[in-house]
């Protein structure tokens, strides 16, 4: 359920197949780690605030 309300959010700048890449792949905004792997850790909530943080154009 969380991955599908993930990618959702993720629509707002990529397209299906890039969002699903975003997810599967390690993310500068998460230090180095996989979304999906987050997700399956139950770290959802970081992973929402790095999708945040791109919507806001905020780099860390």
């Known amino acids: 359920m969380e991955l599908a309300f993930i990618v959702e959010q993720l629509s707002d700048f ?3 197949q890039e969002a699903r890449l975003w997810i599967l792949s390690r993310q500068r905004l998460l230090e180095g780690r996989v979304p999906a792997e987050m997700i399956q850790e139950g770290n ?7 999708i945040s943080q791109l919507r806001d154009g905020v780099f860390i």
């Open 14 to 16: 990529y397209e299906p």
């Open 44 to 50: 959802v909530d970081e992973v929402l605030t790095a």
